[in-house]
């Protein structure tokens, strides 16, 4: 049996801005040879506390711990790449509850900030060896400002690393989707993962099928090194389940959470999730925005 490798479901008690100290059932990964069963970790929750910090009328809280199921060490022996993948920081579509899909959006002031905080944080961490990035300026500005904190690297842009396209919904703001573009909304909120969204949006499975493909290259290229790819919400919920396909959601992913996958060959782990410890200083916006089910 392997050590645990990745976290599959954040209780609601440890997501939460204010909890109560205690324990909480969080179950994680582990493999046994081919096939993964879920297994139970008992942990502390942080005791309550809070604290209030304003951007223009939306409250900031500070962030709960996230889980991380290995030490910080690279580990680097050739057999894997080790992948540090990011959610973008935070727009004005994010802070409006804006769909944004495959529209180009920029970087609030926020959202600086958070991509400030995260490339500083990852300048003192083991060495980058190259920086990935979706085409979408919200991605490639924090993409940027990483490569610049890490040794001046440029940033590779791949479009296949993109947020879902999210058709007629797109530009939309999702409390108003479903007056406003029934049909797509329809669509979005479907289970079948072949489900397209009119307007030209993809389905989860094609979603699925570009993004974990252009991570799995990334892999065999990176053997040995520590890479950063920076991407979208959609796109990392589809890189968790092809880690761990049988765990549960993996909750909400915040703008710039840091999460580390293993790539060997075909082998997919998860060392760290959603992590936002970059961000306690200065907090986080409670709702996280991304579109959810959701885009980013």
């Not at 180009?104 to 990852?122: F, I």
């Not at 072949?194 to 499975?205: A, C, Y």
């Amino acid at each position: 049996m392997s050590a645990v490798r990745t976290q599959c479901h954040l209780s609601e008690g440890l997501r939460s801005p204010c909890f109560s100290s205690g324990s909480v059932k969080i179950p994680v990964c582990v493999k046994f040879s081919a096939t993964i069963k879920p297994v139970y970790l008992y942990i502390n929750t942080v005791p309550k506390q809070s604290f209030a910090l304003t951007r223009h009328l939306t409250q900031l809280v500070k962030p709960p711990h996230s889980l991380s199921m290995s030490d910080n060490s690279s580990c680097m022996n050739g057999a894997y790449a080790e992948i540090v993948v990011v959610r973008h920081g935070e727009t004005e579509w994010n802070a409006d509850a804006r769909i944004q899909g495959h529209l180009d959006v920029d970087l609030n002031e926020a959202g600086k900030q958070q991509a400030a905080s995260l490339a500083d944080r990852l300048s003192k961490e083991p060495k980058i060896s190259a920086v990935y990035s979706s085409d979408l300026k919200r991605a490639l500005v924090t993409a940027e400002t990483i490569a610049a904190r890490c040794g001046g690297l440029q940033v590779i842009t791949d479009a296949d690393l993109r947020e879902r396209n999210l058709g007629d919904l797109q530009g939309l703001i999702l409390h108003e989707a479903a007056k406003l573009s029934p049909k797509a909304y329809k669509a979005f909120l479907s289970h079948r993962t072949d489900q397209d969204i009119p307007g030209g949006g993809e389905s989860l499975d094609q979603l699925y099928h570009r993004c974990t493909s252009s991570l799995q290259r990334i892999g065999r290229k990176h053997k040995g090194e520590r890479v950063v790819v920076v991407s979208h919400g959609g796109v990392i919920r589809s890189l968790y389940k092809r880690a761990c396909p049988d765990g549960k959601p993996g909750g909400k992913v915040l703008n710039t959470s840091v999460n580390i996958f293993h790539l060997s060959d075909e082998d997919w782990t998860i060392k760290t999730w959603g992590d936002v410890s970059h961000l306690e200083q200065t907090g986080y916006l409670k709702s996280g925005f991304g579109g959810d089910k959701t885009s980013g």
